[in-house]
């Protein structure tokens, strides 16, 4: 068998011969043949993969990678364990590729509510692995090869690779900041959009725009006025908005997330994604999904089933238990969704005070579970290389993990490679966490500080 393998081999790399000009007498000319696609050329880095493996070295508090230190809440580990006992050892087989009926069904109702509109939950809902798979197969489902897409910086940053692996080019657009009036601490909402700027970023190339809002890493939820802008561009354009909405209960201050999906004209060129990860602080489910038109979904649908063509059932299951809860408390005090943005206000304003306390200037989030701050106050114990290749907050913030033992993520993480230097002296704290471990990290920050004074 084996032989046979071998001898086909060669058979084939003869004929590649004639083609390519190989030499195949030579081991290094048979090696000389990449192996990776060319689309992944350039994309092999993973801010993610490092980081998480820097903090799981030397960090004694982890503020960094986007996740809740708290327990998933009791009624999510309850349907959970339903899910586990007797009589219900289907849910340990595989379920509809699109999503499990319960969850669909759940979802669409749901989402009925928010969007204001009936849906249909087998062709307006699909069930994937985690948010970062619908993006995956939104992208896969509607880029082309010399397609632009329009995003918006500082972007989550799966965005880009994900652009380029579908043979697209990214255009990005800034969030600019103004500074804030009268010594007040910056907000996420002075981050702006400059609206010729963001027309002049539209042409008849322009596939379609990821909207990220509320926004990682600045926590920034855009407004009715900024959504209505790119509404009005993406319909002038016939442009498609992939509208990446995972922190959409995640905000503060009274503030209100709105849906572009719900805008008029947007619905039928929107998917709109989400993840019970972030819904529910329970990230490693890694259950999410789209909603949209079935005009949209269904591409979306060719993607899923002929790659991962189906998510855990047992996982989707107790979300949707999950779900139902929540349809049964929309709006009421008690809900995880008027609970969790309560409790993590409550977190915002705790980091902000420890940071502020040391003198790092924190950029304060509308929403998410992320703060960026500028840590200027403490960069002398960090010098600049003149002429690195690694960006100052990158340095900054393994240095801060060797020494200090603070997890965080570099700002630069979130921008394009020629943009990577415009904010060197930011970093992003995620503050999901236990109070016991932010105040962790006002222990390490308050050390470091008298240090710095004393010496
Ligand atoms: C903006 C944004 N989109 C998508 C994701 C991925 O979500 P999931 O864990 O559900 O795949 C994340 C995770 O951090 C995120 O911050």
Redesign the pocket.
């Known amino acids: 068998m084996l032989r046979r393998a071998g001898s086909s081999l060669r058979h084939f790399l003869v004929e590649r011969k004639s083609s390519a000009g190989y030499s195949l007498c030579s081991r290094e000319a048979k090696m000389s043949r990449p192996v990776q696609a060319r689309r992944l050329e350039g994309i092999d880095k993973n801010v993610w993969v490092e980081f998480v493996k820097l903090a799981a070295t030397y960090s004694k508090v982890n503020l960094g990678?986007?996740?809740p230190d708290f327990p998933a809440p009791d009624f999510l580990q309850e349907a959970l364990k339903r899910a586990l006992s007797e009589g219900t050892h289907m849910l340990h087989q595989y379920t509809r590729a699109f999503g499990h009926p319960p969850l669909v069904k759940v979802l669409a109702q749901i989402f009925e509510k928010v969007l204001g509109r009936e849906l249909d939950p087998m062709t307006n809902v699909m069930v994937?692995?985690?948010?970062?798979?619908?993006?995956f197969c939104c992208f896969q489902a509607f880029v082309d090869e010399g397609d632009e897409v329009v995003v918006i910086e500082p972007f989550?940053d799966?965005y880009e690779p994900m652009v380029k692996m579908a043979g697209g080019t990214s255009v990005f657009v800034p969030l600019r900041p103004k500074a804030p009036k009268d010594g007040k601490l910056m907000s996420s909402a002075d981050w702006q959009l400059d609206p010729a700027e963001l027309a002049s970023k539209f042409s008849e190339r322009t596939k379609a725009i990821v909207l990220?809002s509320p926004?990682?890493p600045l926590g920034k939820v855009f407004s009715r006025g900024e959504l209505e802008l790119i509404a009005e561009l993406c319909v002038k354009h016939d442009v498609l908005c992939i509208s990446?909405e995972?922190?959409e209960w995640l905000v503060y201050d009274g503030k209100e997330h709105i849906r572009i999906a719900s805008l008029p004209g947007m619905w039928d060129r929107t998917v709109t994604?989400?993840?019970?990860?972030?819904t529910f602080s329970a990230?490693g489910w890694?259950?999410?999904w789209t909603v949209g038109p079935d005009r949209l979904l269904q591409h979306v649908r060719t993607v899923h089933q002929n790659s991962v063509y189906h998510c855990a059932t047992i996982a989707q299951e107790a979300v949707a238990q999950g779900f139902q809860r929540e349809l049964t408390l929309y709006g009421k005090p008690e809900s995880y969704f008027v609970q969790l943005p309560k409790t993590l206000q409550q977190k915002r304003d705790l980091l902000i005070q420890i940071l502020v306390a040391v003198g790092i200037k924190p950029i304060v989030p509308e929403g998410?579970y992320f703060l960026v701050a500028d840590i200027s106050e403490f960069k002398s114990d960090v010098p600049e290389v003149p002429n690195s290749d690694e960006p100052y907050d990158c340095r900054f913030t393994k240095w801060m993990m060797k020494n200090k033992g603070l997890a965080a993520i570099p700002l630069s993480t979130f921008y394009s490679e020629a943009h990577k230097n415009n904010y060197p002296n930011f970093i992003r704290f995620c503050f999901a966490k236990e109070e016991a471990t932010l105040k962790a990290a006002n222990d390490i920050l308050q050390k470091w500080k008298k240090e710095k004074t004393s010496s």
Request: hydrophobic share 35%.
């Open positions: 990678q986007g996740f994937t692995v985690g948010a970062y798979q619908a993006l989550f799966c990220n926004n990682n990446d995972v922190y994604i989400g993840s019970a990860g972030k990230t890694k259950v999410g998410t």
